[in-house]
């Protein structure tokens, strides 16, 4: 929507400048020595409409993860700077390719899938207030959603700062659930090996959750087809009738 209404300015804008001189008007060589490109409008603007300021351009990291600085106008620089925190990008709606092309976005991707995962855990537990508190060192929509990004959080996702930051959290998050009863009691423990430990979907590298009843089993141990929670679901049903 915010993206919509973007561009709706950006084409005013640029209606207003291209329409405003024409090839016949006395001062138009003069001006078009003086013309200066806005790389995020992709049109020329005066010079005091453009004062030779750069910036990053959304467009270009989307498709290229080119963090380079461009020449803009006033007016786009003014955007851009007004945007640079605010989610507005939806990756898989926006950059369907950026995944594959960006290694450190897939990095932070995988951890941040974990995030999300043992955030909605901790928020069942009364006693993770103290853990839950360190998630705000990250802006909340990565700890809450996939794909839906700020060209802030894209720089730092480039810089390495976000995954570093990402990491910390998880480490005391996951702290937290291992000592924690309560945290504990909302655990797994896989129905194909009855094995000791508790799984927890968050476990994204080791565990797997059948999608039928939502239960967590050891990866290795998981079989489609036979998940032992959807069977006795299944025949408890039959029972019944
Ligand atoms: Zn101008
Ligand atoms: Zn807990
Ligand atoms: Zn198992
Ligand atoms: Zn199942």
Known sequence: MVLEVLEAAKWSLSQKHSDSFSSTDSGYVGYMKRLRYCDYLGKYFCDSCHKGCEAIIPARVLSNWDFG??????????????????????????????????????????????????????????????????????????????????????????????????????????????????????????EFCHGKDVLFPFQTDICTRCQECRACFHTSC???????????????????R
């Open 69 to 190: 600085r461009y020449p803009v106008c006033q007016f786009s620089k003014q955007i851009l700077e007004s945007i640079w925190e605010k989610p507005l990008f939806k990756i898989t709606d926006v950059a369907k390719k950026l995944y594959s092309q960006a290694k450190e976005l897939q990095k932070f991707r995988e951890l941040q899938e974990q995030l999300i995962s043992i955030k909605k855990l901790l928020k069942a537990c009364r006693l993770s207030k103290g853990v839950l508190d360190e998630f705000q060192q990250l802006p909340s929509h990565l700890s809450d959603e996939l794909h839906l990004f700020a060209m802030d959080d894209l720089i730092k996702i480039k810089r390495g700062q976000l995954l570093t930051i990402a990491k910390a959290i998880m480490k005391s998050a996951v702290d937290h659930v291992e000592a924690c009863q309560l945290c504990l009691a909302n655990g797994f423990i896989c």
């Open 222 to 240: 998981f079989r489609n087809d036979a998940c032992p929670k959807c069977i006795r679901i299944q025949n408890r049903r039959a029972a019944r």
